[in-house]
């Protein structure tokens, strides 16, 4: 839709224009994180990033926070926090070692929310949201 049509649209339609700067809003706050986290975090602390994100969409979208199904290949998802694919499969494994993620193939559950909170530094430990009472 052209911008034009659009601003048209949102002029006439007041709950519209909120719901536009609301959505504008929440996606340069997620680009701004996605940048900080590509120049000033671990490996391990991107992924973990990562994997929150994709898990408070899930809230947005009314789905158990804790089952990720990731349609995207490793190569996808090492590109996104600027890693390499061998990181993120290490990554992986060594999460589910340490009992944060069960992985089996594109399927990801996340096991313990306060531990990848914390390797995600706990950037918003205080303020995410109760994921665990969302998927009960």
Request: aromatic share 6%.
């Amino acid at each position: 839709m052209p911008y034009s049509q659009l601003s048209a649209v949102a002029a006439q339609v007041p709950d519209l224009q909120r719901q536009l700067l609301r959505v504008i809003s929440r996606e340069f706050v997620l680009d701004h994180e996605h940048l900080v986290m590509m120049g000033r975090r671990q490996a391990r602390e991107r992924l973990a990033i990562f994997l929150r994100n994709l898990s408070e969409r899930q809230i947005r979208l009314k789905r158990d926070p804790a089952l990720l199904n990731l349609s995207m290949s490793r190569q996808e998802i090492a590109n996104y926090p600027g890693l390499v694919i061998e990181t993120v499969s290490r990554l992986f494994t060594r999460f589910q070692a340490n009992g944060i993620l069960a992985v089996k193939g594109k399927r990801v559950r996340i096991a313990d929310f306060s531990a990848l909170d914390e390797l995600a530094a706990g950037a918003a430990k205080a303020a995410a949201p109760d994921r665990r009472a969302a998927s009960a």
